[in-house]
């Protein structure tokens, strides 16, 4: 029984205890709620403190226990937080305390840092389950401290009003590493760094840059690259900043170089200020030619351009006992090798003083040398006449009469020829004569075989039994090199002599052979292939150009005249031979394309050494260019400087470079060809037949527009840059063509022979006009030209001509103005021939107007006595007939004038008043399609008009009462009067 009473008391007492713990629980679990630790930097015990005021009263236990630190025994707390940044630390283990008592005893309400200096605070996060944190109280900066070492202690609630002091836990200790931020940049331990280096060397350490980072971490403290910012340039530079030349240096490509070279530290950070780094090149000396242009600029047709006006050469100190220097001119890729004239072949020949009768094989294209004209042409050089041959089905057949079936004994052929290498196929021909059909003869022959140059000669008849020489063979390099060359062969039978280049050629092997057989066969020449008269066909196609191909019957030219055909106009050219010293050597190749020159100098003498060589380097200084063609290709020509040293001493002696430059032959002011004169004529049939002078006014005049110089610019008075400047040139041709052409057997153009003879001048015909060939002055070929004669046998049948003139010069490069001549035929009247009264009167018509419309302008105006004295001229014998036809024609025109003037008077007068009388609407004159055709050359009119005034007004009356009856509707909206034009009637 009473172990029952116990145990029920005991279960009372529990019950009623239990019973406070939750009230007191859920007080403060209301209070926690209102307030959490987090709402204030305040310190979150001392605020639970205060709010769990009100149930202090019924906590009947004590504070038995210390907090303690849940952390192992030896082990501390480690933190990490980043620079500049006063979130909280991030601590491992996290920060938590525990208390085993209960109430407020059992719980932590503060977290104390023992040391005093130390820039971290410790809050409490929730007092009932012990947890806490430390945060920053300021800003940290890695690069100041990097780790914070502190210990730390938690503290329970207690209950200060009851004398239960609050217990603190032992100490744990704290370490907080300041985790770096890359805030910090690399920086260079100068503010520029300078080197001096060699030209001509590698180096692999220049100089070496430097960078520091004030970042704490190593990551960010360490310098990890260094870069070159300025682009192309020869340096490179390393991890650790080491820079070196990628390549020799050079003190002409720069003197110094200034390079931007930055840092990266490991976190890829830039620097914030880049540094400078200046590299100085050190000159060296270098042995070889000093202070000249490559650039040498060329003005058309100004003489001579020295080359190295102001050249010197360098030998470093050196002994030097001889020098020899070589100009070489490249013009190859000009022209046919050169700048040349580009006139037709037998144009230059008469410049060069040779005989007349040349002919020329491959002319320009154009009237009376149709047979060029379906050749590929070479458009590319500047007016050269340069034809193509395909090797394959490219050749032409020269027309008969155009070269003598006989050359006789003496000739001379010459051609410029481009070849190039070719072995094992067949002939290829540039020139053939062979029999037309049956058989394959061949008369002569000049092809290429296999490189070899040959020379094909049979002779017709003759002594049949005898062998004669027949083939001539050269093997030359020249053939074969795809450069432009000038080939002529003269014979003097059996002598026969090859020129190339203007240099003589024997051939190694001559061939004989028998004479042909006399044939009565026909022959055949062709150009760029052989005809093979048995098989019908052209065969042994040439393969290459051809320009200018020649041939002079009965005549071998003179060497000084095959030189000057391949001469170049332009050149170098030295004439201080008396300037150079002793020993010295000048010497020029044959085209004056290269030159040498040779120095000899003494042992060293230091006032004699810079003589000597001063000397030299002033001839060379006269080394010039030109270029003699008034009209040159302009471009580029290569100039080559190869210098050849010995010295006293050869172990030290000097090495001289080339030195490459180039010549630019500028653009010449191209001239303007104008052919001005008389563009209208009149002329009777009667003279035509006789013949006519259409160019007798003919003028020519060339000029250039070129650049005024600022000074000159302000002495004009009227704008503009440029002037107009006459010069003075040749012309190599001049073509007259007949619109419609001429008609065979009535029209014919001719120039005096002897004209053509004195100027040595060629004339070409064809239906459609005339050509006039051959270079020579303007004023010569304005003299010929003012007399070519038109003449035209049946004149009547015509009744105008248009003769047009174009010349040229260099070939066709330039061309002048198409001048144009407009005939007027002037017919006769045939009293027996009904249809030329017919024709006079449209005659009549055309002549007045053509005076009207061309007065005042020289041989165009037909004067007022001639027109009468050519209608009434009659071919009929009876001259009293003529002339009454004359007065009765004029008669006529008179009279339809004076009624014309007549009406118009009378009009004025009476017509208004009349119509209004009879109430009728106005009537009016359509004149738009009224002609009147008038003799204009009729002087007579005023007598008789003062005579016939009278008769005037009876006229006037008539016409106008003849007009009502008019069955035409009177127009409507115009109230003038008929006005009648006389502004072109002569009285």
């Not at 060296?284 to 600029?297: A, L, M, V, Y």
């Not at 220097?325 to 490249?330: D, I, R």
């Not at 008369?443 to 075989?449: I, R, T």
């Not at 018509?845 to 001639?866: C, I, R």
Request: proline share 5%; with cysteine; glycine share 6%.
């Amino acid at each position: 029984m009473i172990i029952r009473w116990s145990v029920l008391l005991l279960a009372l007492l529990c019950g009623v205890l239990a019973e406070d713990v939750r009230t007191w629980e859920d007080d403060v679990e209301k209070v926690w709620t209102k307030d959490q630790i987090s709402s204030s930097e305040e310190d979150d015990s001392d605020k639970f403190w205060k709010e769990t005021k009100s149930s202090e009263e019924d906590d009947k236990d004590g504070n038995k226990h210390k907090p303690w630190l849940e952390i192992e025994d030896g082990q501390i707390f480690h933190g990490l937080i980043n620079e500049n940044d006063m979130s909280m630390v991030e601590l491992h283990p996290k920060l938590k305390a525990s208390d085993k008592d209960s109430g407020d005893a059992g719980k932590i309400c503060q977290f104390r840092i023992t040391q005093q200096d130390v820039p971290f605070d410790a809050y409490v996060l929730n007092p009932n389950t012990g947890e806490g944190y430390i945060r920053a109280r300021k800003e940290l900066n890695c690069e100041d401290k990097k780790e914070y070492t502190f210990t730390i202690q938690a503290y329970d609630c207690g209950i200060p009003e009851k004398g239960i002091q609050q217990k603190k836990s032992h100490k744990a200790t704290v370490r907080i590493q300041v985790n770096d931020v890359n805030e910090h940049g690399p920086e260079f331990t100068a503010s520029g760094y300078e080197a001096t280096v060699m030209e001509g060397k590698n180096y692999d350490n220049i100089l070496k840059v430097e960078a520091e980072d004030r970042d704490c971490s190593p990551g960010f403290s360490q310098i990890c690259s260094y870069e070159i910012v300025t682009p192309n340039v020869p340096f490179q530079i390393s991890e650790d900043g080491i820079i070196s030349n990628t390549e020799p240096l050079q003190y002409v490509d720069g003197h110094n170089y200034i390079l931007t070279v930055t840092a990266y530290d490991c976190g890829q950070r830039r620097a914030d200020l880049d540094v400078l780094v200046t590299i100085t090149v050190k000159e060296q000396c270098h042995p070889g030619w000093k202070d000249f242009q490559k650039r040498i600029e060329y003005e058309p047709f100004s003489g001579t351009k020295a080359l190295l006006p102001k050249v010197y050469l360098e030998t470093c100190g050196e002994e030097v006992s001889d020098i020899t220097t070589t100009f070489t001119l490249e013009t190859s890729h000009i022209g046919k090798g050169c700048d040349r004239d580009t006139y037709s072949s037998s144009s230059l020949l008469k410049l060069c003083g040779a005989s007349q009768g040349s002919i020329d094989l491959l002319p320009a294209p154009g009237l009376g040398s149709e047979w060029t004209q379906n050749l590929p042409t070479d458009e590319g050089h500047e007016g050269d006449q340069v034809f193509s041959f395909d090797g394959r089905q490219t050749g032409v057949e020269i027309p008969e009469g155009v070269v003598p079936k006989n050359l006789t004994n003496q000739f001379t052929i010459a051609t410029w020829m481009k070849h190039r290498e070719t072995f094992g196929g067949d002939k290829e021909t540039i020139l053939c004569k062979s029999d037309k059909k049956e058989l394959n003869r061949h008369h002569y022959s000049l092809y290429v075989h296999n490189c070899k140059l040959m020379f094909l000669l049979r002779h017709d008849g003759g002594d049949l039994e005898t062998f004669r020489p027949a083939e001539f063979h050269w093997k030359i390099p020249q053939v074969c090199d795809k450069e432009w060359h000038h080939y002529a062969i003269t014979v003097d039978f059996p002598e026969v002599n090859l020129y190339v280049d203007g240099i003589p050629y024997s051939p190694f092997l001559v061939t004989d052979d028998w004479p042909l057989h006399p044939s009565k066969f026909d022959t055949r020449l062709t150009l760029g292939a052989c005809w093979q008269g048995g098989d019908q066909e052209l065969s042994q196609y040439f393969r290459g150009e051809l320009a200018g191909l020649l041939i002079h019957p009965g005549k071998t030219e003179t060497r000084r005249v095959i030189s000057c055909l391949h001469n170049c106009n332009e050149s170098l050219e030295f004439h201080s031979f008396d300037e150079t010293g002793p020993g010295s050597e000048v010497h020029f190749n044959p085209d004056q394309t290269q030159l040498f020159l040779r120095g000899e100098f003494t042992p060293k003498n230091p006032d004699n050494e810079a003589y000597t060589l001063d000397k030299y380097t002033k001839v060379l200084q006269k080394v010039a260019y030109q270029n003699g063609r008034q009209f040159p290709t302009p471009g580029m020509r290569a100039l080559k400087i190869h210098t050849e040293v010995n010295c006293f001493d050869d172990e030290t002696c000097i090495e001289v470079p080339d030195v490459d430059a180039y010549v630019m032959v500028l653009h010449p002011e191209e001239p303007t060809i104008n052919l001005s004169g008389t563009d209208h004529l009149a002329r009777r049939v009667t003279e035509l037949d006789q013949g006519v002078t259409p160019f007798r006014d003919l003028r020519i005049v060339s000029t250039i527009v070129r650049d005024v110089e600022e000074e000159e610019e302000e002495e004009l008075q009227e704008g503009g840059a440029t002037e107009v400047t006459p010069i003075s040139h040749n012309l190599d041709a001049c073509q007259i063509t007949v619109d419609p052409p001429l008609e065979s057997g009535k029209e014919e153009l001719t120039v005096p022979k002897e004209d053509l003879a004195r100027l040595r001048l060629e004339k070409s015909t064809a239906t459609n006009g005339l050509v006039i060939k051959g270079v020579d002055t303007i004023a010569n070929y304005e003299d010929i030209l003012r007399k070519v004669i038109y003449r035209n046998s049946k004149a009547g049948d015509y009744f105008d001509r248009v003769l047009k003139l174009k010349c040229s010069e260099m070939n066709g490069r330039y061309e002048s103005n198409e001048y144009a001549v407009e005939l007027k035929v002037l017919h006769t009247l045939n009293v027996a021939n009904p249809e030329s009264h017919v024709k006079v009167a449209a005659v009549a018509q055309n002549v007045a107007q053509f005076v009207h419309a061309k007065h005042g302008v020289g041989e165009s105006v037909v004067q007022p006595h001639q027109v009468p004295q050519v209608v009434a001229s009659s071919q009929s014998a009876n001259v009293v007939t003529s002339l009454v036809i004359v007065i009765c024609v004029g008669f006529l025109i008179f009279m339809i004038v004076l009624g014309v003037y007549r009406i118009r008077a009378a009009n004025r007068r009476n017509m208004d008043s009349e119509w209004d009388q009879a109430g009728e609407p106005r009537m009016e004159w359509d004149s738009s399609d009224l002609t009147i055709t008038v003799n204009p050359m009729d002087v007579e009119y005023e007598g008789a008009e003062s005579d016939s005034s009278d008769d005037d007004d009876d006229s006037a009356h008539d016409d106008s009462d003849s007009s009502d009856d008019d069955d035409e509707p009177p127009r409507e909206g115009r109230d003038s009067q008929l006005e009648w034009d006389n502004s072109t009637l002569s009285f």
